[in-house]
């Protein structure tokens, strides 16, 4: 059974930082590429920030020089370390992992976890 697991949410001054982490299990084929997407209370769901097997990462406008992503291919993890955190930035923060099964590319989803950072 593939499952995403985050962890590493919590409540957070503004101008703090916080380290999500993301393991996925159950996956027998190489991931080739992970990512956080994040989901504020009324908004749509909203890419963060991907990064492929190889590392080529991207991020979204409102995170850049303030997130960092990065995988541990052996571990199927990922991580998205998040400084000087903005009120703004408060939401659920969910992983995604993506992956070539049977020539298909398929994708699977962790639960979420909430930031949620003060003013």
């Known amino acids: 059974q593939v499952q995403l697991v985050e962890s590493g949410g919590g409540l957070v001054q503004a101008g703090g930082s916080l380290r999500l982490s993301c393991v996925a299990s159950?996956?027998?084929?190489?991931?080739?590429?992970m990512g956080w997407y994040r989901q504020a209370p009324g908004k749509q769901r909203e890419l963060v920030a991907t990064i492929t097997r190889p590392g080529f990462t991207n991020y979204a406008d409102a995170v850049k020089g303030r997130f960092t992503i990065s995988m541990d291919n052996a571990k199927n993890m990922v991580y998205l370390q998040m400084n000087s955190l903005k009120p703004e930035d408060t939401a659920v923060y969910s992983c995604n992992a993506e992956y070539l099964a049977g020539g298909v590319y398929r994708e699977a989803w962790g639960q979420g976890t909430l930031v949620t950072v003060s003013s």
């Open positions: 159950g996956i027998t084929f190489p991931i080739s590429a």
